[in-house]
């Protein structure tokens, strides 16, 4: 069974670099045709989509995000990242990762979401 | 770009009864890239449906999708009490509705 489990800090300072992990089980993140991704979800809005990374190292990335945010694999932890640097208040917000097949739109796994504040 | 407008935001019903839950497109789009999703509070998302009425892997038969062009529409045919959660829909993997919080009445 597929599993995702997001991890990071849950408080932010405004200017600084937020980072989160998502640690997958069952599937391996070097093999198999896949793609991961982030989404986040602010307090009483819709989920909104950050970016996704293929098995095959490439990335696409929300536009109005773009100049921000960056999504990188460690395949020796099974793990993948966000970063989103310069965050503001409006980037408060409960943070998911997810999977899916290459090719098919939608998501087979997610994780459970991590909350993050930014705020001095 | 594509919005995704659900309703109604809040549906009241017993267990037992039949639920209708509507998305509908800014644009007209694809079924094959329409998905559905059920969401229990402190859980991970569940995928339900996609390609618009193909159920996935689990997913009990009292789901279903239906719909093309703008308006789609996930139907739950007899509540059971587990299914009281909220639920969005996707399209492209992209763009999401704002959901339907489904809740006993």
């Known amino acids: 069974q597929v599993q995702l489990q997001e991890s990071g800090p849950g408080l932010v300072k405004p200017s600084q670099t937020l980072s989160l992990t998502c640690t997958v089980s069952?599937?391996?993140?070097?093999?198999?045709?896949?793609?991961w991704t982030w989404i986040r979800q602010p307090a009483g809005k819709r989920l909104e989509w950050i970016g996704r990374?293929?098995?095959?190292?490439?990335?696409n990335y929300n536009p109005s995000l773009k100049s921000r945010v960056s999504i990188s694999v460690d395949t020796s932890k099974n793990q993948f990242s966000l970063r989103l640097s310069s965050v503001t208040a409006a980037d408060t917000a409960m943070y998911y990762c997810?999977?899916?097949?290459?090719?098919?739109?939608?998501?087979?796994?997610w994780g459970q979401g991590s909350q993050v504040t930014v705020s001095s | 770009e594509i919005v995704l407008t659900q309703s109604p935001g809040t549906l009241s019903l017993s267990p037992g009864e039949r639920a209708t839950l509507s998305c509908r497109a800014s644009?007209?789009?694809?079924?094959?890239?329409l998905a559905w999703y059920q969401h229990k509070p402190g859980q991970a998302p569940r995928l339900l449906i996609y390609?618009?009425?193909s159920r996935a892997t689990g997913i009990p038969d009292r789901f279903s999708g239906s719909g093309s062009g703008t308006d789609f529409t996930l139907t739950i045919r007899r509540l059971e009490p587990e299914d009281f959660a909220v639920y969005f829909c996707?399209?492209?993997?992209?763009?999401f509705g704002q959901g339907t919080n489904l809740e006993i009445k």
């Open positions: 997810a999977m899916g097949v290459a090719g098919f739109p939608y998501f087979d796994f």
């Open positions: 990374l293929y098995t095959s190292g490439s990335t």
């Open positions: 390609g618009a009425s």
């Open positions: 644009q007209s789009v694809s079924g094959s890239n």
């Open positions: 996707q399209h492209y993997g992209t763009a």
């Open positions: 069952g599937v391996s993140l070097d093999t198999g045709n896949y793609y």
